[in-house]
């Protein structure tokens, strides 16, 4: 199982990004997939994810202003970010978990400028 993230770079804040994450070996209709992210100096921290079930949920700090998404048929996460700020700043990580197996991303920069 391979993730590939991309998407990520620099926008001033109040601007959009919208990160993928493809998969191969596996697909994510099955999975409970999410997106976490790690600033400098924290740890890493759930974003958003949707379980096994299709119930998606989202870190408090986020609500409202990210979306999580996948396309079955392209076998691709989506993590739509809007009205973003200066401290969401971070590493994004996309994320799988097959059974009792965990995959992880290589991670794509987001950067915030206030």
């Known amino acids: 199982v391979q993730l590939q993230a991309s998407g990520g770079g620099l926008v001033q804040a109040g601007g959009s990004l919208r990160l993928s994450c493809a998969a191969s070996?596996?697909?994510?209709?099955?999975?409970?997939v999410g997106w976490y992210r790690q600033a400098p100096g924290k740890q890493r921290e759930l974003v958003a994810r949707?379980?096994?079930?299709?119930?998606?949920n989202y870190a408090d700090a986020v609500k409202g202003r990210f979306t999580i998404s996948r396309d079955i048929r392209k076998n691709t996460l989506y993590l739509q970010m809007s009205s973003l700020k200066p401290e969401d700043t971070a590493i994004y990580f996309c994320?799988?978990?097959?059974?009792?197996?965990?995959?992880w991303g290589q991670g794509t920069q987001v950067t915030v400028s206030s």
């Open positions: 994320n799988l978990v097959k059974r009792t197996n965990e995959y």
């Open positions: 070996g596996t697909t994510f209709g099955l999975n409970a």
């Open positions: 949707i379980s096994s079930d299709r119930t998606a």
